[in-house]
């Protein structure tokens, strides 16, 4: 599913419309992202936590001339799913 046919499912399932449907969820994924950059993680419960996570930095092979590259540190997003969401799949 991709953006619109979750905005679709969204305005079926909420009775609103789609041009409202895209509001919220345009708001939802900035409140997401803007929250995720301060720092802080994100918990709906039953459905699952958002949170930040880092890598270290670490040394590397290149797998098409075997060559050691340094890898840069890095932050990445992690999302564990709640039980709720984990037991109705």
Do not use: H
């Not at 009775?15 to 950059?37: N, P, Q, R």
């Not at 990445?76 to 037991?87: H, P, S, Y």
Request: charged content about 25%; glycine content about 8%.
């Amino acid at each position: 599913m991709n953006k619109l046919g979750l905005i679709d499912a969204m305005a079926t399932n909420s009775g609103l419309s789609k041009v409202d449907c895209k509001k919220a969820l345009e708001a939802y994924i900035e409140s997401v992202s803007t929250t995720l950059k301060n720092g802080e993680k994100i918990t709906l419960v039953g459905f699952g936590t958002f949170s930040i996570s880092k890598k270290s930095a670490r040394i590397g092979v290149n797998p098409s001339n075997k060559q050691k590259i340094q890898i840069p540190a890095k932050k990445f997003v992690k999302f564990k799913a709640g039980n709720v969401l984990a037991e109705s799949i």
